[in-house]
């Protein structure tokens, strides 16, 4: 199953990061946050792409009623503000640091734009994440427009199963250990916090899944 809510599977830190290139090395630093930081917001300019060293990051913006609406929320490994690759000059969203330990890679755009202008397999995979986060965009939409909570979050565990889940080899449960908090998945599939509580007890009550704090078990009899 391909990845939809976030770009997993390859770690972006570690293949895109100035700091393995040489010319930049020497004058590459990182920058450090705690919970509840901002690493930009809404209207800030746009002239720099993020990379996510340790820690989480969410990415959202405030509609017109001043509702926060969590468009993805991200950890190690993976890229934001990519925007500003493609000509976005201004933000459309904040990003903000939801852990206590979370340390960025900032890269300012022309050095992007220098990096991928001299290594094609760079850029490749630079336009082929852009890409991928259309899609989860486009995905994450449908859901929310046109699926009940329920259905959303068994839709959501399938996607953690294909980032971060694998097969028991003793009972063939799928399991997943995943980096997500009740809220932060409640916030992906825009629901609350108590409701996804209910749904998991729900769930569990149809000998459809067990769970804790850090894993999520999809019994074999429902998957």
């Known amino acids: 199953?391909?990845?939809?809510?976030?770009?997993?599977?390859?770690?972006?830190?570690?293949?895109?990061?100035?700091?393995k290139f040489k010319k930049y090395k020497a004058c590459h630093s990182f920058d450090a946050y705690q919970k509840s930081d901002y690493i930009y917001f809404e209207e800030d300019?746009?002239?720099?792409?993020?990379?996510?060293?340790?820690?989480?990051?969410?990415?959202?913006?405030?509609?017109?009623?001043?509702?926060?609406?969590v468009k993805a929320i991200l950890s190690k490994g993976e890229l934001f503000g990519e925007k500003a690759i493609l000509g976005e000059e201004k933000r459309d969203e904040f990003a903000q640091s939801i852990d206590n330990k979370t340390t960025i890679c900032p890269v300012a755009v022309p050095t992007m734009h220098e990096l991928m202008r001299d290594n094609k397999t760079f850029s490749l995979r630079i336009y082929k994440f852009i890409g991928l986060k259309f899609k989860k965009l486009e995905r994450r939409l449908q859901l929310l427009l046109f699926k009940d909570s329920k259905t959303r979050l068994k839709e959501f565990l399938e996607e953690l199963c294909a980032d971060y889940g694998y097969d028991c080899d003793k009972t063939g449960d799928h399991i997943i250990n995943h980096p997500y908090t009740q809220k932060d998945i409640a916030s992906l599939i825009g629901t609350s916090r108590p409701t996804i509580n209910i749904l998991l007890n729900e769930l569990k009550e149809e000998n459809y899944l067990e769970f804790n704090r850090k894993e999520?078990?999809?019994?074999?009899?429902?998957a």
């Not at 199953?1 to 599977?9: G, P, V």
């Not at 996510?52 to 926060?68: A, L």
């Not at 999520?216 to 429902?222: H, T």
């Open 1 to 19: 199953m391909n990845s939809i809510w976030i770009f997993e599977n390859v770690n972006l830190f570690n293949l895109l990061c100035p700091h």
């Open 45 to 69: 300019a746009a002239n720099k792409v993020y990379l996510i060293e340790n820690g989480k990051v969410k990415i959202g913006y405030y509609n017109e009623e001043g509702t926060e609406v």
């Open 216 to 222: 999520i078990r999809i019994l074999k009899k429902s």
